[in-house]
């Protein structure tokens, strides 16, 4: 049984004895060990192969450091590294993923509770596509990817056009680069749809006459540093993550 599962029944009674508290030495070393982990979880309905897991991330994160792997859950591995800018190196290339299965990272934070971590966010690059002319610049981008989740980077080559005032309704197409793996039914990551248990979402794709997910949310890669996060294995949410649906309204 894991541990983290039994600490909702932890409790403290007199005959346990005192409570001691540690030094302020000790819980400084306690933060800069935290400050060098990551902690991730294979979204995938299958038990992942921890020895291949293990060999695998070693092998392809070595070139940004040193990492040792640990099964610490049900396909959640702790990965800590060396110093904080090993990890920031492999923290900044995500998204990474094990076979088809995406690899969602966490950065643990204060006493690096492992129970409060939820694995729903991921970073993608999306490719806005349609846009016209006039939202071609820095602040419309900015305000597009905010409507999607919340804007980490911005491609620096963006146009800088000012904006006109216009009443017309604008939809634009959304492509997730590096998506593998999801539903089509309820556009969650971490399952197909034969795997889904969505039953609406499945009723609603067999019998609806629009899909709200499909393969076209698939962009392919046309910056080639933006490639690497790749690993490759054979394995196959609780916590899930949702590609938006393929359009956005823009006003």
């Known amino acids: 049984m894991e541990l983290a ?63 040792e792997v640990e099964l610490i859950g049900d396909n959640i591995f702790m990965f800590y590294f060396i110093n904080r800018e090993d990890r920031n190196r492999v923290w900044f290339r995500s998204p990474w993923h094990f076979g088809n299965s995406l690899v969602a990272l ?85 399952h197909c749809n034969k795997e889904c248990q969505d039953e609406a979402a499945r009723k609603a794709v067999l019998y609806g006459s629009v899909n709200k997910y499909g393969s076209w949310l698939k962009a392919s890669i046309t910056d080639k540093s933006r490639s690497r996060g790749v690993v490759q294995g054979n394995a196959s949410l609780s916590d899930r993550s949702k590609p938006q649906e393929n359009s956005q309204e823009v006003e």
């Open 5 to 67: 599962k039994l600490y909702p029944n932890l409790s403290l009674a007199e005959e346990d004895g005192a409570i001691h508290g540690m030094s302020e030495e000790v819980q400084l070393d306690g933060v800069e060990d935290v400050d060098r982990c990551l902690v991730g979880k294979v979204l995938s309905g299958k038990k992942v192969n921890r020895e291949a897991f293990k060999g695998l991330i070693e092998q392809i994160w070595n070139p940004y450091g040193n990492v």
């Open 106 to 190: 966490e950065k643990p934070e204060g006493i690096g509770n492992i129970s409060n971590l939820k694995f729903n966010k991921a970073d993608f690059w999306i490719q806005i596509h349609e846009i016209p002319i006039m939202c071609m610049n820095q602040r419309t981008a900015k305000w597009m990817a905010e409507q999607i989740g919340e804007a980490v980077e911005l491609p620096a080559e963006s146009r800088e056009l000012k904006l006109g005032k216009t009443e017309e309704v604008t939809v634009v197409s959304l492509k997730y680069e590096r998506l593998l793996e999801f539903c089509f039914a309820c556009g969650r990551i971490g």
